[in-house]
T-cell receptor, first 114, second 110 residues
């Protein structure tokens, strides 16, 4: 899990602004994921990507967008359409696309809307 | 789709006691059940997992049991230590994704 990084660690956004969270992995993993974590709640899937140039919506994709132009990078954009974006965002990757492939998490980005 | 319920949401134990966290799932086709530990301010990390061809798996002080008939699986931590204090998440497959439980905050009092 040391091979997956996220930046920045903390991010502050004004209402109405789009922001992009970075996720990079050097594990040569095919699959990458974005989760949102709210206090006292579990991890909810926003988007996932099984391969370069392909991605799928998760359970709470509204107000978010992603791209997967390179295998090692999976940035998440939080748009102004996301009504309650303040949360802890976790990126993960796994070697393959099977649910039995262990997911390794990045250190997370804490986003606060001012 | 898969629904994973996790209980309890908080658990406080005395150092040296055992802790048990239980999860139930809905999809009878699920065959892989990982457990993650998340210390305060840190990333979730896999601590143990079990596949549906076994009923129990142990790794030192932690163990996971699986009851496929009842569709539940549990994490057991014996001889708890203060460093076991964290939030624990269970998960179950949903297609080629994972659905996570709501988490259990375990507090081990010295």
């Amino acid at each position: 899990d040391g091979g997956i990084t996220q930046s920045p660690k903390y991010l502050f956004r004004k209402e109405g602004q789009n922001v992009t969270l970075s996720c990079e992995q050097n594990l040569n993993h095919d699959a990458m994921y974005w989760y949102r974590q709210d206090p006292g709640q579990g991890l909810r899937l926003i988007y996932y990507s099984q391969i370069v140039n392909d991605f799928q919506k998760g359970d709470i994709a509204e107000g978010y967008s992603v791209s997967r132009e390179k295998k090692e990078s999976f940035p998440l954009t939080v748009t102004s359409a996301q009504k309650n974006p303040t949360a802890f965002y976790l990126c993960a990757s796994s070697i393959g696309v099977a649910s039995t492939d262990t997911q390794y998490f990045g250190p997370g980005t804490r986003l606060t809307v001012l | 789709g898969e629904n994973v319920e996790q209980h309890p949401s908080t658990l406080s134990v005395q150092e040296g006691d055992s802790a048990v966290i239980k999860c139930t799932y809905s999809d009878s086709a699920s065959n892989y059940f990982p457990w993650y530990k998340q210390e305060l301010g840190k990333r979730p990390q896999l601590i143990i997992d079990i596949r549906s061809n076994v009923g129990e798996k142990k790794d030192q002080r932690i163990a996971v049991t699986l009851n496929k008939t009842a569709k539940h699986f549990s994490l057991h931590i014996t001889e708890t230590q203060p460093e076991d204090s964290a939030v624990y998440f269970c998960a179950a497959p949903r297609g080629n994704m994972l659905t996570f439980g709501g988490g259990t905050r375990l507090m081990v009092k010295p």
